[in-house]
């Protein structure tokens, strides 16, 4: 092989390798979400980016013995040529035959390893990671194509590696992760507003991350501080209590001082006047949540929401009651302030 056909070669093996890096990161680094609409719009490099992207051990098994092959190929192919290119200039030089082979290897090993490592490696990884969901879209299908020729190669090494891997008790995974943590998330959020690609005017993201930290413990009302009515309470009692402080929702207490519900305002408008100041009907009387100090406030929602109620006892480890929390003030926690409809009334 003439040495200008060895320099080709080395061109050739420089883009190949460039090609398995750039697929490695692509296939690792392309975000699903962006992938998945074009394929059910029916690209088929779409659906053959996915395929890569869940089948990632597969691809990078592929693009590892694409690079490992092409790099011990470049050098090969390329030393000779380059090597015997330049004993011609060196020996000019006067140096003697031992010191101008010696040079040229060193030059040679040196510049190949340069053109390796930058536009072999750096340059597609670089590229790779900026345009990665373009990446995948255009090296996605050539890589698969490859891993297909050699399945049963590759197929063998990636269970060799993932046999290494379980003997350290490491279960390995096929599918690239696009899944986030919460901290992750919002970090990502943290991130987007410092670059001035995201607004929180209304602090309604903040909120939501600070609202799955809290507890049912962070948001309650202490039974000292609360407006409740006694046993027997009647609905002119209501009335005078709404006149009193304006709220629409009072919890009412039992004989032994424990919370028996509570009573909405609402619920007591169809009562006729003869009805008035008589005790409130059991059935008028709603239900509360019971819930202990440290539950989720998230999950205190969740609770009110699937059975509709407004107000949630709040316990703690030893079963005593603590205070009670407001649907109200749960809300207030992810989207703002909340008034009372009756308050915004009353003080209009």
Same mark, same amino acid.
């Given at each position: 092989?003439?040495?200008?056909?060895?320099?080709?070669?080395?061109?050739?093996?420089?883009?190949?390798?460039?090609?398995?890096?750039?697929?490695?990161?692509?296939?690792?680094?392309?975000?699903?979400?962006?992938?998945?609409?074009?394929?059910?719009?029916?690209?088929?490099?779409?659906?053959?980016?996915?395929?890569?992207?869940?089948?990632?051990?597969?691809?990078?098994?592929?693009?590892?013995?694409?690079?490992?092959?092409?790099?011990?190929?470049?050098?090969?192919?390329?030393?000779?040529?380059?090597?015997?290119?330049?004993?011609?200039?060196?020996?000019?030089?006067?140096?003697?035959? /031992?010191? $101008? @082979?010696? %040079?040229?290897?060193?030059? =040679? !090993?040196?510049? #190949?390893?340069?053109?390796?490592?930058?536009?072999?490696?750096?340059?597609?990884?670089?590229?790779?990671?900026?345009?990665?969901?373009?990446?995948?879209?255009?090296?996605?299908?050539?890589?698969?194509?490859?891993?297909?020729?050699?399945?049963?190669?590759?197929?063998?090494?990636?269970?060799?590696?993932?046999?290494?891997?379980?003997?350290?008790?490491? /279960?390995? $995974? @096929?599918? %690239?992760?696009?899944?986030? =943590? !919460?901290?992750? #998330?919002?970090?990502?959020?943290?991130?987007?507003?410092?670059?001035?690609?995201?607004?929180?005017?209304?602090?309604?993201?903040?909120?939501?991350?600070?609202?799955?930290?809290?507890?049912?413990?962070?948001?309650?009302?202490?039974?000292?501080?609360?407006?409740?009515?006694?046993?027997?309470?009647?609905?002119?009692?209501?009335?005078?209590?709404?006149?009193?402080?304006?709220?629409?929702?009072?919890?009412?207490?039992?004989?032994?001082?424990?919370?028996?519900?509570?009573?909405?305002?609402?619920?007591?408008?169809?009562?006729?006047?003869?009805?008035?100041?008589?005790?409130?009907?059991?059935?008028?009387?709603?239900?509360?949540?019971?819930?202990?100090?440290?539950?989720?406030?998230?999950?205190?929602?969740?609770?009110?929401?699937?059975?509709?109620?407004?107000?949630?006892?709040?316990?703690?480890?030893?079963?005593?009651?603590?205070?009670?929390?407001?649907?109200?003030?749960?809300?207030?926690?992810?989207?703002?302030?909340?008034?009372?409809?009756?308050?915004?009334?009353?003080?209009?």
């Amino acid at each position: 092989m003439s040495d200008w056909a060895g320099i080709l070669w080395l061109v050739i093996l420089l883009m190949f390798n460039a090609f398995f890096v750039g697929a490695e990161f692509a296939v690792i680094s392309a975000r699903r979400s962006q992938i998945e609409p074009r394929a059910e719009a029916g690209s088929k490099r779409a659906r053959t980016a996915l395929y890569a992207m869940e089948h990632a051990t597969l691809m990078l098994a592929t693009s590892q013995l694409g690079i490992t092959v092409c790099s011990l190929l470049i050098l090969n192919v390329s030393e000779p040529a380059i090597h015997h290119l330049l004993e011609g200039p060196l020996a000019w030089t006067g140096l003697p035959p /031992e010191a $101008v @082979s010696i %040079t040229a290897f060193v030059l =040679t !090993l040196v510049g #190949v390893s340069y053109l390796h490592v930058v536009f072999g490696e750096m340059v597609p990884k670089n590229a790779a990671f900026s345009l990665p969901d373009q990446a995948v879209l255009l090296l996605a299908p050539p890589l698969v194509m490859v891993s297909r020729i050699f399945r049963h190669l590759i197929a063998a090494l990636n269970a060799i590696a993932n046999g290494v891997l379980r003997l350290f008790r490491v /279960e390995p $995974v @096929s599918e %690239t992760n696009s899944t986030f =943590t !919460l901290e992750e #998330v919002a970090s990502i959020v943290n991130h987007s507003t410092r670059e001035g690609v995201l607004e929180d005017r209304s602090g309604a993201l903040s909120a939501a991350f600070e609202f799955t930290a809290k507890r049912a413990s962070d948001l309650l009302v202490p039974s000292v501080d609360l407006v409740t009515l006694d046993p027997g309470a009647t609905p002119a009692d209501v009335e005078a209590a709404v006149a009193r402080h304006g709220f629409s929702r009072y919890p009412i207490r039992d004989e032994a001082g424990a919370f028996d519900g509570y009573v909405h305002i609402k619920d007591l408008l169809r009562l006729g006047e003869d009805r008035v100041h008589q005790a409130i009907p059991p059935k008028r009387i709603r239900e509360m949540l019971a819930v202990r100090a440290e539950t989720d406030i998230e999950d205190v929602l969740a609770g009110m929401q699937a059975r509709g109620i407004h107000l949630a006892r709040v316990f703690d480890a030893n079963d005593a009651e603590l205070g009670v929390v407001f649907l109200e003030d749960v809300i207030e926690e992810l989207v703002g302030e909340v008034h009372d409809a009756t308050r915004r009334q009353r003080f209009a």
